[in-house]
């Protein structure tokens, strides 16, 4: 993550709010579907999938498959660029060592939390670069792009009186607050600098850089293949 103070390309930080990244910009004419997911990151789906990449990965390819046709056609009709933007983390570098597990996407018995995350993180990155591609070669009017938030301050541990005040008492010196965290997505769905922007990773409302396995096309091509089979879905 860039130190809070150290601007980008972009002329935004770490420290640039949601509010900062959007100021000035119209979205009234503009229509978002804003998708949340389940945390459960140390169970197994009841149909032998593993919950991070079914809930991670799988529910938010098959949603935006369901969304194309839909998009291209609104795109085509309005002369509007298209934008996809898919949360990512800087976690897809902790994630197995073959990055994705595709023989053991259900293997209880060597199910690690943080490889696991790690994983369904790096497939979020993956299926943004391969759609980024096939949107190319199409001629499709629709971008592409992952991204991580950054480390936010949220009330997600409100119930762990402790480690809750711990976080918030050290958490506000090195964690973004919410409109911080949420300036990046809004960054690459709204702002004039993203437009035509396609097949990148952002990170501090800058574009920035996976790990070597996230600029792995092959394994992004596989990856897709894997998750139509999945999900019973057609090529595009």
């Not at 839909?70 to 570098?93: A, D, F, P, Q, Y």
Request: net charge negative.
């Amino acid at each position: 993550m860039w130190p809070f103070w150290w601007k980008g390309a972009s002329g935004f930080s770490a420290h640039s709010t949601a509010e900062q990244v959007t100021h000035g910009i119209d979205g009234t004419a503009l229509t978002a579907i804003i998708t949340g997911i389940m945390a459960c990151p140390y169970t197994l789906s009841s149909d032998n999938i593993e919950l991070q990449f079914a809930t991670n990965h799988l529910g938010h390819f098959l949603l935006t498959n369901l969304l194309l046709d839909t998009m291209k056609k609104t795109g085509n009709e309005s002369n509007t660029e298209g934008r996809i933007v898919i949360l990512s983390s800087e976690g897809h570098r902790y994630a197995y060592r073959e990055g994705i597990r595709f023989d053991k996407i259900n293997d209880e018995a060597s199910y690690n939390t943080l490889q696991a995350y790690g994983q369904s993180k790096l497939c979020n990155i993956l299926h943004a670069t391969e759609l980024a591609r096939q949107f190319k070669e199409q001629g499709v009017n629709i971008t592409v792009n992952s991204l991580h938030p950054g480390s936010i301050m949220t009330n997600l541990l409100r119930y762990h009186s402790f480690i809750n005040t711990l976080g918030n008492a050290v958490g506000k010196y090195v964690l973004k607050s919410i409109p911080q965290g949420a300036a990046t997505t809004c960054y690459a769905a709204l702002h004039p600098q993203a437009k035509g922007v396609s097949g990148e990773y952002l990170m501090d409302n800058n574009i920035s850089s996976p790990n070597s396995q996230g600029k792995d096309t092959d394994l992004a091509k596989k990856l897709w293949e894997f998750s139509l089979s999945l999900t019973g879905e057609e090529e595009l």
